[in-house]
């Protein structure tokens, strides 16, 4: 059965026809492209697929593309601002909150909403909120110098403010 | 440039989801694979009917492997390919392992391959194949496997594979003479490496070009093509291996599976590009495992603490297809000496195949095994003496007045294991000092008496890094004034495209920002051997340190004669060449690179161009190590084990990039971590995965990980012009050595923590025992 | 990875979505949040024909307050009990439960509704309802029913719910500001599910006396339990650590508690122990502060 949808894809409007099955993040990945969501299990755990649904974080492999009609979807491309990154961007890049990539735009999607919802987050308050994204590369971190940096940035703080939770 | 924490460049297309994956290559005319798989860990292929699922909407075709000759190749049978020399082995039988068996030896092997235009309908074709199995007996631990009557893996082969000796001194004198004799077995659980990305390989037959343009997640890409091109008869030029980018390796992604060499075989006959990505549950359940491993150590051991000797039985799960020989259990006894000096001893081991799926390395390579076997041990001695565990290594460590120091190994590539230049009692006190040890002590004394169960552990590392036989680079500076850095090896997160880069800019003297390093793909270099074995800074860098330095030599010579001076007048700094002292009279590198195409002044210098390419031949391996110290206080009625504190205290000679070195060895402890707390690849008796997804299976997340004090030591290595050394496999080695003498030692020592994991639940059953 | 063919509807009205289900019956199955069963489709472990996607009906994502009564609609998210300034207003307790679910994004998306039919054996709410006496309004062709928590969780993976029926609404009576409720959660390692989940609930006069516990349980059987002869043991005595400890030894004798692969039968009993007398105890101290 195919259905016909409508869904704005990183503020641009997308009309396609899919099958009910077909998972958002194949529809991202296979019909539209856009291949930096990324796939990395089977039981909705390892966060790499997650993406922004109607401004909140949602993990696109368990969701169907018919269920994200009329929806307004931000995915990794669409973060940047004309050529600019995003503040949460240059932090990961500026505190090595990467190494493979894989998990990357799933954990800066995930981040986006964290710094959203808790703009001053501990240390403690971020681990909690990663709770569903998996890192197998950097031991984690990176990725929360990476997202406290960020805040700091978004806040318009000076950057270091947070001694580091890791020896550099 | 160099020790200086510059910024990746490999981020800017990683954090803007840029990255090209292979499941991310889409080519016109793509087709989807998926396998059909055993569900059985032993049994016969009687039947394969596919005539249901030829039908099935989408698909196209369905292989079962009698469709064309080269379907019945054998994957190579030595994976190591960097193993130069397999020393102690006495024995070695290993069974062919073809690429559609007729007989399935674990859950989860490759039985056909349906080809569809969507992964659905791909999926929807497996589930409609039928197949009729004569099920046989399963064999699912080694225990199970060394027995006579055991069912054979592999008709005409046994199941104990390959067997090893080795031993020096006089093994029965030392335990004549001790007073103490502590023996443990040991063991340790089978993993799943678990990188976040799958395994995957693309592949299209290139017919305007006669290539074979491959797209795979293997960290052997020569391995790959060279294969490909033996079964097909080809040039290795006419298969083209790209292995970049690859989200995570970890040792897994180091062997061929047999879907690395389906796929291209495949798109080769149909001539439509074809694309498998492996789901987690098969990766769960088909791919490659660590392999379970059990140590029987006794030690010899002198009132005060001294070591007589030690006597090592190692028995290795390498699962239904060996393709290592014994690496790992090579790796296991290379490094198990760690810090200290046994004087006799004797090992013997085996390797035993069951009904699983191959064995292979992951991240540490028998190097946790290692150091979880000498730390237990130590502490053992310690309990059985009464002494503190410390002062149990300070009586047995290597000095530095013992260097140049031989531990009576030999390492992968014949050489005897020899570490120099290493302060290993300085990594302990300072360690000792940034965990406040002794005040830890004191401490734990009282808090034991608020009923609180606080219990500290060491543990010492060392890892053998920088295994040859050799890498390349071949650097190129272009008429832009682009530098071009190519090499034999690929990452999965290592941060060459960085390191490297620093490494040619200041050799070169140029701009960091000008210089791009390409890897990954075989049509860079004509010979490499890929990534792995913590093998690339020191090889590829110290290859990169030479052509650079090559290439510098050929500017100089070119810019002295053009601006009229003595080359030893000629400094470089940020692409521009200048006498010095006169700083008017330069010439930008650019000019010089477009120069050097057509001035006859180069027949000297090798040719136009300012090229070079060299190779870089380690004598040996290099030896970094550390010491961690842990202290963890343990919830008794839930065995709960917390962490309040983690120093981790290392050597990794001089560092290229601090910053990827905290990373490397953040994300190392993490892997620790889990080896230590919980991950465990597990099977029943019949064969079957009992942790086949993320449910079951445990990998740390964010709020597992503790906080990590890390200092940093720098013994540098006289081994290579860089002095550097290798890190990547040091993170995981101590964690699981270190946490499991913390438990122990906050259950007051009574019980012995002997297997990892350490689980709550073990931990609770430890507590039940006292 | 890959779920099989099915087909899609999505009605604009709970009549229409009766009327739906009614017609396709055994065929069909009812998509809320999707956070078990998409999962459960990519695996390929059930292959339903149909599914009916209630997130259409606005009128089941309703959050209110009568008559002393918290009403949730089935397909509010965990997110929105989490941070809904009603719920957190008028039962906080609610809102730090559903902090415990899963993880941010999944808690986006999966629904009460969903969690309480789907009563998985180790899922958070379920004790939760059990111990705070919530009622399960369902929707059929034939009319409206309540069911009480005491008789909606039946067995593994198994309801009160029938046939043709669709969970609208839970209601769930306020807690009074004298009584202090607590869930904690043991979390799998792996799954992050709760390997022991305990949700306790009472009323302890300023005296120190009990005059009514509830305790829900869930993860240590089929379906969430409560803990009743616990209850009995306290209501009526000084609500003190030894009469505690000795109700939390009552909780788990009787259960019929299985092991896995992770924690064996004797862990989990053992667990189960000690996070109810650990719950009933936090109960204590919150009751005590209040007191102050």
Redesign the interface.
Known sequence: ?K?AIKIRVNGQDRSAEV?????LV?FL??VL????????????????C?ISLDG????S????T??ANNADIV???G??ANEK?HPI?EA???H?G????????GM?M?AK??LERYPDPTPEE???????????????????KAIEAAADSMAGKPISRHAG???? | MLGRSVRRKEDERFITGAGLYVEDVQLPGMLYVSFVRSVHAHAIVRRVDAGRARQVPGVVTVITGDEWPELSSRLPELNGSVTLVSPYIDSLKVAPHHLFPKKVCYVGEQIAAVIAESPYAAVDGVDAVEVEYEALPVVASWRDAVKPDAPRVHTGFDNIVAHLKHGFGDIDAAFREADVVVERTLETQSLKSMAIECRAVAAQWERATGTLNVWSTCQFHYMLRNTLAGILGMPAESVRVIARDIGGGFGLKGVLHAEDVIVPLIARRLGRPLRWAETRMEHMTASNHSGNQANKVRVAAKRDGTILGMDLEMHKEIGAYDHFDMMLQINTINHLTTHYKIPNMRIEGWAVSTNTSPGSPYRGAGRVEAVFTMDRMLDAVAGATGLDPIEVRLKNIVMPEDMPYRNGMVYRDGVPVTYENIDFPLLLDTARKRADYDGWRERQKELRGAGRSIGIGISSYVEGGGLGPCEGASIKIDEAGRVTVKIGVNSQGQSHETTLAQVCSAALGVKIDDVRVLGGDTSLMNVGFGTGASRVAVNSGNAVHKAAIEVRRKAVALAARILGCAESEIEINDGVLSVIGARQNQIGIAELAGRSIRDRGMAELGGPGLVATEFFYPKTVTWASGVNIVVVEVDRETGKVDILKYVFVHDCGLPLNPLVVDGQISGGFAQGLGIALGECNAYDQEGQVRSGTLMDYFVPRASDIPDLDVEHLRFPTPDNPLGIKSVGESGPNSPPAAIAAAIEDALDGDVQITRLPVTMSSVLEAIRSQ | MFPAPFDYHKPAALSEAVEMLTALGDDAKLLAGGQSLIPALKLRLTSPQHLIDLSGIAELSQIGVEDNTLIVGAMVTHWQVESSPVVRNALPYLSKVAALIADPQVRNRGTIGGSVVNSDPAADYPASIVALNAEMVCVSSSGTRVVAAADWFQGLMTTAIEDGEILTQIRIPLLASNVAATYLKLPHPASRFAVVGVAAIAQVTPSGQCVDARIGITGVGANAIRGLQVEKFLVGHPFEERRIADASNLACESLNIEGDMHFSAQDKQELCRVYVRRALMQVKQTAAMRSV
Do not use: W
Request: aromatic share 4%; glycine share 8%.
């Open positions: 059965m259905h099958e009910s099955r077909l998972l194949h990945r296979d492209a856009l291949t930096g969501t990324h796939v990395g299990c089977d039981t909705t755990q390892c966060g790499a997650t909140q974080a949602v993990k492999c368990t969701i169907f018919v269920q995915t990794i491309e973060l940047a990154l961007q990961f890049r500026a090595h990467l190494q493979c990539g894989f998990c990357t735009p800066i995930a909403q964290l971020i681990r909690h909120q990663l709770d569903g994204n998996i890192c197998r590369c950097t031991g984690y971190h990176g990725i929360i939770t890791a020896a550099s």
